[in-house]
C-alpha cells in the first residue's frame, strides 16, 4: 500500500506547475521513451487526476488532445494568480471543470447512500 505520492508523480507536479500552462502529455514527456517508461508516466498522470491533484482538460483526441495542469482547488488554496490566469485563460478549462464537479457530485452521492 502507498504512503503518498511517489517520486514521479512529484516530479510530474513539479514539471507542469513550473511550466505555468496547461501541457500535453508530449510535451511533458519530451523526447520519446521506454514503452514501459511512457506507460509508467500515463498511469502516474491518470492516478494524479483520479485523485484530484491534476485537472484533465480537452477531449483526448488528435484535434483537442487532453492537457493536463494543476486542479484548481489547489491554485486557489495557494493563491498562486499566475497559475489561475493560466487555467483560466485555456479555452476548455471551464468544461473541464463541470466535467469535475460532474464526477464528484456522483461519488458523494453513491458514498451518502445507506449501506
Known amino acids: 500500500m502507498s504512503r503518498g505520492f511517489g517520486r514521479l508523480q512529484r516530479s510530474l ?51 483537442e488532445p487532453t492537457r493536463y495542469f494543476i486542479h484548481p482547488l489547489i491554485i486557489r ?15 476548455g478549462a471551464e468544461e473541464a471543470v463541470d466535467k469535475m464537479t460532474a464526477s464528484m457530485a456522483r461519488e458523494t452521492r453513491g458514498a451518502s447512500e445507506p449501506l
Open 13 to 63: 507536479m513539479a514539471i507542469i506547475r513550473h511550466h505555468g500552462r496547461p501541457m500535453t502529455f508530449a510535451e511533458i514527456r519530451g523526447e520519446r521513451r521506454h514503452p514501459t517508461r511512457e506507460r509508467s508516466v500515463r498511469r502516474a498522470l491518470r492516478s494524479l487526476v483520479d485523485d484530484y491533484m491534476l485537472i484533465a482538460i480537452g477531449d483526448g483526441g488528435r484535434r
Open 77 to 91: 488554496k495557494a493563491g498562486d494568480k499566475d497559475l489561475w490566469q493560466a487555467f483560466e485563460g485555456d479555452p
